[in-house]
């Protein structure tokens, strides 16, 4: 079946350092994923969308990466602040339903 | 960005009682809602599919008369724990896709059940 899922479950990076997120993703027919941001006792927050005829977006200090030959996706996030403090999950639509990966639990050092 | 209203946000529960949730798409109309739950440093496991005005579709494994659904307009989807259990607790989202726009899915902020 689809699975999504991530390589780490924590990751841990000093303030105003750039932060790497990553997702692998089994074979599937979704030309569509998403990460998330959640915060505790929160439900998820959407940060940024690929399709899979892109392999490269950016946004406001983030930018996903989409490999589709590996089947990985990444979120990099710039000069990473306190208030990126959350989980991230990669997610992407398969059948119509939104599936998540596990989810990474990303923690900033002042 | 769009915005989806789940209600309560905490609610605590005896054993044996039902629980209601609502979600609600605020400024946008869903025909179809999605039912989430989560477990503590856990990924969100997709429940059930709510669709607007016909029977919603069940996750293996999900019973469906225990978590009753109900998608009754396009704006308010409802999910009900009947016969509530200890290990029902945990975080229920919701999420709603407009259906008017792309497929981006919007979040309600959950709801922490709790069944004592």
């Known amino acids: 079946g689809e699975n999504v899922g991530l390589h780490l479950p924590t990751l841990s990076v000093q303030e105003g350092d750039n932060s790497i997120i990553n997702c692998a993703y089994s074979n599937s027919a979704s030309d569509y994923f998403i990460w998330y941001k959640q915060e505790s006792g929160k439900g998820p927050q959407f940060i940024i969308d690929?399709?899979?005829?892109?392999d490269k977006r950016q946004g406001q200090r983030v930018t996903v990466l989409l490999n589709k030959t590996v089947k990985h996706l990444s979120l990099q996030i710039a000069a990473t602040q306190p208030g990126d403090s959350a989980v991230y999950f990669c997610a992407k639509i398969g059948g119509g339903k939104l599936i998540f990966g596990q989810g990474t639990e990303l923690s900033v050092k002042p | 960005g769009a915005v989806v209203s789940q209600h309560p946000s905490r609610v605590i529960c005896k054993s044996g009682t039902s629980v209601k949730i609502e979600c609600r798409s605020l400024d946008f109309q869903a025909t179809t809602m999605f039912w989430y739950r989560q477990f503590p440093k856990k990924s969100l496991m997709l429940m059930a599919t709510s669709n607007e005005g016909s029977k919603a579709t069940y996750e293996q494994g999900v019973e469906k008369d225990k978590f009753l659904i109900n998608h009754a307009s396009l704006t308010l989807s409802t999910l009900t724990v009947t016969s509530a259990h200890p290990e029902d607790s945990s975080f229920y989202i919701c999420?709603?896709?407009?259906?008017?726009?792309?497929?981006?899915?919007?979040f309600g902020q959950g709801t922490r059940l709790t069944v004592v």
């Open positions: 690929i399709r899979s005829n892109m």
């Open positions: 999420s709603a896709r407009d259906q008017g726009g792309g497929t981006e899915a919007f």
